[in-house]
């Protein structure tokens, strides 16, 4: 970010693709679209795997809206809150250069501070952009830009904890006590901190109902909840994780499939497919990469 010195930043993970023409459409679209008051803009992706059957590739899920135009602006509460599609995902995002910038070097500690959280660095840089600028606002711009292969993971319970939990956490707090957020701000903080406690245990919960529930050590992970959270999250995430230890996977999937038949209606096969894809292709980490 440092040595760029274009009007913008666009912010690439090593393993995604850029589409056909897609950096062709995003320098049109930032001389057509753009003023100096564009701090983020945002793409679509899909995500897509190989299929083993025939060869082919399968696109199995994407981020683009139909019900909205191709081009629109995004809430800045949903900026805060990191609702837009694929908030967190790295390659997605564009960054205003010149106000990323002066983050750079006007919140030197406070950047310090967040690259020890370890992860989400780039959420936490457009988070602190927009409550530092109010001038400034967000475009998306709905249409295919990058492609994601199926990553092959092999995740472990103390990952997850510390990427959407530890983490999440940290970035928030850094942001909540930031000289910039109004109370306004705060409540939505908070509400998305408060987030992470939850969907670290539903996280756990699809770890084991696809048979990804790795941990390297049982009793240290007991003891980083109780180490990194408060008591009774920590008693919480204790009971759960005991709980999803016990319970054999097939009868948790069976549950949960039932609950998307619910929940989905017609559309079930199709939801179940793409998390089946996400959550049990992926986890596969063995066969690609263990890390």
Known sequence: ?????????????DDDLVADNGIKKVIDFIKNQCDKDIGLIALASESYFWDKNNGKKTVY??????????TYKIDREDIIMQRFPAAVFISILLFNNNYLKKILEEEKTLVR?????????????YRLMFLKYPNLYALRLNEIIIQEEVHYYKFFIEDVFQL???TWTKLNDLLFF???TNDYYKKLIIEDKNKATKNFIVEMGLMKCFKSFNYSSFFNCIGMFFKNSSLLQALLFSIFFVIFYIIPSII???????????????RWKDVWRY????NYEMSMGDRRLIC
């Open 1 to 13: 970010m440092e040595m760029s010195d274009g009007d913008f930043v666009w912010l690439l993970g």
């Open 61 to 70: 899920s994407d981020t683009i809206e139909k019900n909205k135009l191709k």
């Open 113 to 125: 501070n967040a690259i020890k959280a370890r992860e989400y660095i780039h959420t936490f840089l």
């Open 164 to 166: 959407h939990y530890i």
């Open 178 to 180: 930031c000289k910039y």
């Open 252 to 266: 948790l999937r069976n549950l949960y499939k039932i609950f998307i038949k619910i929940r989905h209606k017609k």
């Open 275 to 278: 998390i089946t894809i996400k």
